[in-house]
């Protein structure tokens, strides 16, 4: 599979610039005209001065010129100055720890009755 040739160059100020909204922001990445990253879907879990966004995503692989199997990426914004700035992020490497970590999910859930360390259900509205 050839990667897709992303066409226009954006300067670094308006890569900041676009980031203005949670809506903004994505994990896409090229390089030299190849798009190394590429976001495949995108969720906003939470939005206000600290975002928390879910992205589906795939790497390229420049050894074999095709795509890896789609990964998924938490990440943490901060709005500072009008821009959401990643502070923090966590991937999830593949299917078998997606499903390990959505059961453990279900299972704390189902154990504490809906309320994990003193949080509530209401904590990440989005």
Request: net charge neutral; glycine share 8%; no cysteine.
């Amino acid at each position: 599979m050839v990667p897709e040739m992303v066409e226009e160059k954006v300067d670094v100020v308006e890569k900041i610039n676009r980031n203005e909204t949670v809506e903004a922001i994505s994990v896409n990445y090229e390089e030299n005209g190849i798009l190394l990253v590429k976001e495949i879907k995108k969720e906003i879990l939470s939005r206000g001065a600290w975002a928390t966004v879910m992205f589906l995503y795939q790497e390229y692989d420049r050894a074999n010129s095709s795509y890896k199997p789609p990964k998924i990426s938490l990440r943490r914004y901060q709005k500072k100055n009008g821009n959401y700035i990643q502070r923090s992020k966590f991937s999830i490497s593949g299917e078998k720890q997606a499903g390990l970590i959505s059961q453990k999910i279900s299972d704390w859930y189902r154990e504490f009755g809906g309320v994990v360390a003193g949080g509530s259900s209401d904590d990440a509205e989005a």
